[in-house]
């Protein structure tokens, strides 16, 4: 499975490299869309992509050594339970409370009486 910038922004995920060095442990909350004007949105977004391009320059400007830095993706929840609430009869996750009459409804409903 692989995964480019363009998915990660596509998905609306937020992107955040974090320090492995037990001293230090810095999160920093990446710009994807500048990731992609850099490297190409068609770069991939996995670990072993991006791992390369990234230390951490707290551990660096204090002479620690440099440890492997690891990358948490984070899923927009609002938009992907806005999706999943997204059904017809509903405008924006909301109850539609026009326009469900007997006549709009005739024809979608194939229900047999048992
Ligand atoms: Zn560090």
């Known amino acids: 499975m692989s995964k480019t910038l363009a998915d990660v922004i596509a998905e609306n995920e937020t992107l955040y490299v974090n320090c492995s060095h037990t001293l230090c442990w810095r999160t920093v909350k990446l710009d994807v869309h500048a990731l992609a004007d850099s490297l190409g949105a068609d770069h991939g977004a996995m670990h072993d992509d991006l791992v390369k391009l990234f230390r951490c320059t707290k551990c660096y400007a204090e002479g620690r050594d440099q440890r492997p830095v690891f990358f948490t993706y984070l899923t927009d929840y609002e938009a992907d339970r806005q999706r999943r609430n997204a059904r ?27």
């Open 88 to 114: 017809p009869g509903r405008i924006d996750g909301k109850p539609q409370t026009v326009g469900l009459g007997p006549l709009e409804r005739k024809g979608i409903d194939h229900e047999e009486d048992v």
